[in-house]
């Protein structure tokens, strides 16, 4: 009986809920696709060329379905990878960054930049997994518990004790 009310056990592991790869893949492409049609804008912008406003889809175009294939390559592989192993964590968009990293090196046409890409774009995207996907920290301390903090303490002073008269 006891058992029943005590709630302080360990708490139940999250369940995985598996995600539709598919789904997943083409929304992710599509707004990774807008953002390199925004790319392959500035890029259009900033080059001289007489191609005009059509030069974001005739010059600089590739750069939108690049971006396109790398945030669909890494969607599609971080769900897959998620789904087969059943759990969600930092593994799964290791593997999906090291996926597009990859994808990156092949349009260089250099298989050590493709192997050094899905390294560190791997190891990026793990890791900013692993710290709960978040670039800021979560507990904010203030400054002055900050500089408390790094700097020494001074230490407590203490007036010395007289002597005992001997008398």
């Known amino acids: 009986m006891a058992d029943a009310l ?4 360990t708490p139940e592991k999250a369940t995985f809920e598996p995600k539709s790869s598919l789904q997943y893949a083409s929304a992710v492409g599509l707004q990774a696709a807008g953002v390199g049609a925004l790319v392959s804008a500035v890029q259009n912008a900033l080059g ?8 974001i889809f005739t010059r600089t175009g590739g750069t939108i379905g690049f971006f396109a294939a790398m945030g669909a390559t890494f969607a599609l592989t971080e769900s897959v990878v998620a789904n087969q192993r059943q759990t969600d964590d930092a593994l799964n968009g290791a593997a999906g960054g090291c996926a597009a990293g990859f994808l990156a090196g092949i349009r260089a046409r250099s298989l050590p930049v493709a192997v050094a890409s899905c390294a560190v774009l791997g190891t990026a995207i793990g890791t900013l997994d692993y710290n709960g996907k978040n670039l800021v920290p979560t507990d904010m301390e203030s400054i002055e518990e900050r500089r408390k903090r790094f700097f020494k303490q001074p230490r407590p002073t203490t007036s010395p004790e007289p002597a005992p008269d001997a008398e």
């Open 6 to 9: 005590d709630t302080t056990t």
């Open 48 to 55: 001289s060329h007489s191609s005009g406003a059509a030069g």
